[in-house]
């Protein structure tokens, strides 16, 4: 049989929260997106979402998948990608599960949608940066939390009550996960599949997809990202996020005497809003 075709890796499992799904219908998921939306933070997890085939549905996908919006528009994704949004936050049906992506910027009404929606949610995720915008809305509050790579930094900074765990693909405390950058929001996706159907039909769908990366069923394995950067005289450290830059490429800005190299603009605004946090903080 094709899952007997697909060999288990040797490699312990995530802590598992069994979540139910309906008697009947589908699990309606809600990807809530704006201007910037990295592609792959919504549309990985929604591939893994739309190829999930319970054994006797007549091959009808085990979830509801629509996108919202604050209005209609349409969105210019990551890489110029158009998407007309399915609902607005007044017209958008309830979801169980809500995916969060890595975007330009959050507005109140998503922040105030997000909480609202999320308290009947089975499960609120963010992907990538998409973290950013969940703390925003203040539920990550005490709570533990993953991002990209680039970003344990500037997170651990802005949001001191939330744990930043560096090195993670994904972490999921039941109720509230979030995922590594980019990529690591596929492994999340499979997780949550796992969640709800059991491994066995996440790993046949990981199988029907082709997809070969086991970080869904490990969520440590994004331990080559947790060591804490260190830079050199040719690839300084951007001093908000620590992110290493090439002298070449980078933005600099001289303070007090020194040249520093910033990766954005949007990074400078932040260091010289408070410098003092940021040269101060380990």
């Not at 925003?136 to 765990?165: E, F, V």
């Not at 993670?168 to 109720?175: P, S």
């Not at 949550?192 to 086991?214: H, I, N, S």
Request: charged fraction near 15%; aromatic fraction near 8%.
């Amino acid at each position: 049989s094709e899952l007997n075709a697909v060999s288990q890796p040797a490699v312990p499992p995530a802590d598992i929260h069994p979540l139910k799904p309906p008697d009947k219908g589908m699990i309606p998921v809600a990807f809530v997106i704006s201007a910037g939306a990295v592609v792959i933070d919504f549309c990985g997890p929604w591939e893994v979402f739309q190829d999930v085939i319970v054994p006797g549905t007549m091959g009808t996908s085990a979830f509801d998948l629509y996108t919202v919006g604050e209005t209609l528009d349409p969105i210019k994704a990551s890489g110029g990608l158009q998407i007309v949004p399915d609902h607005t936050f007044q017209t958008a049906p309830q979801p169980k599960v809500i995916v969060i992506p890595a975007q330009n910027n959050s507005s109140p009404a998503m922040l105030d949608w997000i909480r609202k929606a999320s308290k009947n949610a089975d499960l609120t995720m963010s992907v990538c940066t998409g973290a950013i915008v969940l703390a925003n809305t203040g539920l990550l509050a005490g709570k533990t939390a993953t991002t990209h790579h680039d970003s344990y930094r500037t997170m651990a900074l802005q949001y001191p009550d939330i744990h930043i765990q560096r090195g993670a693909r994904f972490v999921d405390d039941g109720h509230l996960a979030s995922s590594g950058g980019l990529s690591s929001g596929i492994d999340l996706a499979f997780h949550v599949v796992e969640r709800y159907y059991g491994r066995d039909l996440a790993t046949l769908t990981a199988y029907r997809m082709e997809y070969q990366g086991k970080g869904w069923q490990n969520p440590d394995s994004n331990v080559a990202y947790a060591p804490i950067p260190t830079g050199t005289a040719e690839h300084p450290l951007c001093p908000v996020c620590w992110m290493k830059l090439s002298k070449d490429m980078a933005m600099p800005v001289e303070y007090q005497g020194k040249t520093l190299y910033f990766c954005s603009q949007a990074h400078i605004d932040l260091f010289m809003a408070s410098p003092a946090k940021f040269l101060n903080a380990k």
